[in-house]
């Protein structure tokens, strides 16, 4: 807001600078739907010098949960990897998406959440090419019978699976302990060890 009013500068990392101006151009598509009286008064709560005591100190870092910031590097995070910067991370992302990013920053290292990330644009590009979009196959496709290799209803649950994937990920990132209750559990010890937690196996 201090920004649209003229006071501020948009962040230099361009994915977070274009989501601002949509939020932008969205507050402004709501209080064209409104009375004036209303708007004016949504456009006042709106306004920063209500919120100007609640500041951060200057030597912190903002949590990345809280708000991405520059600093956070999304730009940086998401480069040349145009099917997830312009599919579940693309500047438009839902409220969910935002907030599981910035958990994920804030918990996991720069270069492992780079690598998760790779490996998902990997799997959109798969997805991308070699899914029936016309709806034609349901179910899984016969490769033998087409050329296809996923259905349009399963390429579409993959973003969804994406983000819970995420978050689980930042879940066993902040575990003290993990329990592996398997079998053959190894490799997932050393996994999981990998990323500091205690592994408990049973």
Known sequence: MTWWLGDGLLPR?????????????????????????????????????RWQGLQYRKDSLHAAIQGLQTEHCVQSLLKDLSEVSMGIFRCSMSGHAYRVLGHAIDCIPKEKLRLFLECVEEVFVLLRDHTDWDGKVTGTPDPCNTKFLFSREESSRMPASVLRTLQELCDLARAGRVRVAILDNVFFCKLVASVGCKVLCS
């Open 13 to 49: 990392d361009e994915v977070l600078s274009n989501r601002w101006r949509l939020i932008r151009n969205y507050i402004l598509w709501r209080l064209a739907s409104f009375p004036q009286p209303v708007a004016a008064q949504v456009l006042g709560i709106l306004h920063p010098r």
